[in-house]
């Protein structure tokens, strides 16, 4: 597996997992997946649920990437078990 970049925003509540992917999907052969999941508990007690996942390409993937750390998100390692 690929390694994983997460984000989580502001209040601490929801995360982003940005993973690369080599596999080929509709021509596209670099796409990244991108996880949204909630945070339950404490941070570092429970893994997030994860709720939704899209596949976007790799450009667009850096750009959303970009604009959450603007938006106030904050880049994290994976503390859960």
């Known amino acids: 597996m690929d390694k ?3 984000l989580i925003n502001s209040n601490r509540s929801e995360v982003k997992r940005f993973m690369k992917n080599h596999k080929s999907i509709d021509g596209v052969f670099e796409y990244m997946f991108i996880d949204t999941g909630k945070m339950v508990g404490g941070l570092g007690n429970k893994p997030p649920v994860m709720t939704n996942t899209v596949s976007v390409e790799i450009d ?7 604009r959450l750390l603007s938006q106030g998100w904050k880049k ?3 503390v859960w078990i």
């Open 4 to 6: 994983c970049y997460w």
């Open 60 to 66: 667009l993937a850096r750009e959303i990437y970009e």
């Open 76 to 78: 994290i390692e994976k």
